[in-house]
């Protein structure tokens, strides 16, 4: 995504101000440059960008001499004032989002331009409301395009979304209707209304938009927009602004090349928030927009609050073993029960982009379908073993060798794949133990109290220490193969993700000066 690249063109600007040892108006111009150039080059509107670059200027002061001397205490702020104003490019405030209710009929209608990537969003946001406990049925009310009313009946069957429609009714307004009418004698909870995709020119189709708004009285109307189409998005949004005054926007496609930056700063200048972005075209790719946590993600800051939220909705089986985790257990039924999860969490390039120092980009190099194969056989081996043997240690294989080889036999795999189960296991176990030993010394949320209210807490104070997490980012460059994500069982586990954390690696990791500053941080940070 072109976005990344402009995370990562501010993310090493701002760095060279940090790297600098004294911060003077030499520095900060030359950061200042290169951010505004990263912005246009992403295609954000120059207005903005000078704006920005103004506000920016204003904000950090360097002709104090006294300031030059507080080196560490000028580079935060910095860095904050760099975090905001981009949060404020993208923010649109004092308007209040929709939030559906539950165990009331809520209705929402989809409008937006041919191709736009409608349909495939209303079953994304179907699924998205689905997941949070919401009754939610689709209809289609697109009489217009041949085949709409296949794709949404394909969609919604592949998610398992009850869906309305007529493949005999020619007028939309009616169909929208009566399929409003169904789902609400149903007590559906959330009804998504598809409808036709239309061009700015055409005034028939823009007058049918207004009747079927009217006819259904949608509570909320989102506009779906190409995040391709740049700064036009800010007059598309405007023309359908005047027929169907739509409350907010999804932006879909930021996956693709799009310069997605100039949608973005087009749309937030129309004043109307954009909610989601879709990031793909599988029916999870779906993201929660909210200023803060796109800029942290743009900026390799990760997306704590968002893993969090993904991770809540999952009803992922851990509590047990979090606490042989803790204990400094892991049986080879852990090491099941955490690959589950993991699979259970949808693609692993889109967890790994939500965590913080660059892993996304690590994982990234490791194929996804191959990753998925690795996990699914070893699960396999895994439900071919005695109840015994999952709940143990898996050392009741080396006094009977040859269970290792009917377990092999009966999972259809070879005697090396179940030898590596246990190796991973034994991995597991040695990082149990090592995090038992660690716990001691870590902070609320992180150690003996971890769960994710406590572990969000933890990371978003984190997150305001960039210092904190520049060290991270670095002890983790260091780490290179290390596989980034082992071991963390609150969270779905990440074993196998090519190679995980070895003792050495574990031991290299204690020993690394950037790890000794972070722990040396965070110890100042939570007071410890
Ligand atoms: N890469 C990517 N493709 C997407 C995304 N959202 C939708 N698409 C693709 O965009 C194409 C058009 O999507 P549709 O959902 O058919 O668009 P539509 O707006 O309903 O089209 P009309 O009914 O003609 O108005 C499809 O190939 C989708 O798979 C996204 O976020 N990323």
Redesign the pocket.
Known sequence: MVLADLGRRINNAVSEVTRSNVVDQNVVDTMLKEISNALMEADVDIKLVIQLRKKLKNKIDIDNDNDKQLGINKKKIIQKAVFDELCDLVNVENVEIFKPKKKQTNVIMFV??????????CTKLAVYYQRRGFKVGMVCA?TF?AG?FD?LKQNATKARIPYYGSYTESDPVKVAFDGVEKFKKEKFEIIIV?T??RHRQEKELFKEMIEIGEAVKPNQTIM?LDASIGQAAESQANAFKESSNFGAIIL?????HAKGGGAISAVAASKTPIIFI????HIH?LESFTAKQFISKLLGIGDIQGLMEHVKTLNLDQSDSIKNFQEGKFTLKDLQSQMNNILKMGPLSKIAQMLPGGIGDMMNQVGEEETSKRFKRMICIMDSMTKKELESDGSLFIDEPSRIIRVARGSGTSVTEVEAVLLQRNMFARMAQTTKNMQNNLPAGMGKNMNPQNMQKAMEQMQSNPGMMENIQKMMGNMGGMGGMGGMPGMGGMPGMGGMPSHQDMMKMMKDPNFQQMAQQMRKQFGM
């Open positions: 937006g331009l041919q191709g736009s990537g409608k349909t495939t969003t697109d395009r709409a794709q598809d036709s995709g779906v879909t496609k930021m996956d693709g879709g990031t793909g075209e790719d």
